[in-house]
């Protein structure tokens, strides 16, 4: 079973993120970003709160619950 990543749909997609981005994966070239404004411009937000924790917690990983929290306000957002 293929999964087609660039017909997924934006909540498929923002349900994937935030683990993409814990996990340290580079979306930039994810195919459903090029063609869809709103996953870009949410990517750039969770990149901002990703760095910026980094620099919180330079020598520790984020917790799991971190990025939890991040995956609920999303899905608070839609
Ligand atoms: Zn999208």
Known sequence: ????FSK???????DQMAGFIGSGEDLSAHPHLKHCADCRALLADLETIAEAARQLFPSVEP???VWEHIESAIKRGD
């Open 1 to 4: 079973m293929n999964h087609d």
């Open 8 to 14: 997924m749909s934006c909540a498929e997609f923002q």
């Open 63 to 65: 917790p799991d619950e």
